[in-house]
């Protein structure tokens, strides 16, 4: 598949705020993380910054996938969850509950079949030849009884409540995963939420989403949807976030023109 990506920060990060997204991408396989940007003043008992563990989850989750490896995608994230923590155990408090924690959203696409993972608001979007758009996506952050710093803390990461990356490897086994034979995947697109929200508050179909990856490309989504964030009248939890998309297609089914140019 030939793989395309844009990661863009918020318009409104002023330094030392930097981009909490992060998109890897290799031969056969795209992964989008999406740090979650702390409450302010909660104290995380963490030393480093969200995109720290964001960068190191995907230091951690590249070499299985860039050696053929056969692991499930869940075994790859714990294992990378494992290795993030024994890097700062010694320095952080891992028991904290608001320790940096970020959305994955993985792909891997083999000879017989493509695997996803999601974990947290970062979708995963498959098309098949014919059209037909299935989103695979982890909703229950959107089910929280309510989203107060204090009820965030207590289901962050236990049973009823949401799952993320962060201290826990056990998170890699609550995500969204599934297998769909290869023939039935034409394009694929990857989100973070600064993007999905372009189906999800702007009011398009997945569909029209896929057209625009496909046709226009990743930058072109971001571009779009940041012109309805300009103009929002009713923002959500914020008028701006760090925006990333990602198409993965079967060559020769790509048929615009670079929006990006
Ligand atoms: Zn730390």
Not at 168 to 175: I, K, N, Q, V
Not at 184 to 212: F, K, N, P
Request: charged residues 25%.
């Amino acid at each position: 598949m030939e793989i395309r990506s844009s990661c863009q920060p918020a318009p409104d990060r002023r330094p030392p705020a930097v981009n909490e997204d992060l998109v890897l991408t290799g031969p056969d396989f795209a992964v989008v993380l999406d740090g979650a940007t702390p409450f302010p003043g909660v104290s995380s008992g963490c030393r480093h910054t969200v995109a720290w563990l964001v960068s190191r989850i995907a230091r951690y989750v590249a070499p299985p996938l860039l050696t053929a490896s056969t692991a499930p995608l869940p075994d790859v994230l714990a294992e990378a969850i494992v290795a993030v923590c024994a890097e700062h155990a010694d320095t952080c408090d891992l028991t904290n509950r608001d320790s940096p924690s970020s959305t994955v959203a993985m792909v891997r696409v083999g000879p017989d079949r493509v695997e996803h993972l999601v974990l947290a608001d970062s979708p995963v979007v498959y098309r098949t030849p014919d059209g037909v758009v299935t989103v695979h996506s982890d909703d229950r952050l959107e089910h929280l009884p309510e989203r107060t710093v204090e009820s965030v803390r207590r289901l962050r990461n236990a049973p009823g409540g949401f799952w993320v990356a962060s201290t826990s490897p056990e998170a890699a086994y609550e995500a969204v995963t599934g297998t769909t034979d290869r023939g039935e995947v034409a394009a694929i697109g990857v989100l973070s939420d600064g993007a999905s929200r372009y189906v999800e508050q702007y009011g398009h179909t997945w569909s029209d989403l896929m057209t625009v990856l496909t046709t226009e490309g990743p930058a072109a989504l971001i571009r779009r949807v940041r012109r309805y964030d300009a103009a929002a009248t009713a923002v959500r939890w914020k008028r701006y976030d760090d925006a990333t998309a990602v198409v993965l297609y079967d060559s020769g089914r790509y048929d615009g023109n670079d929006g990006g140019r």
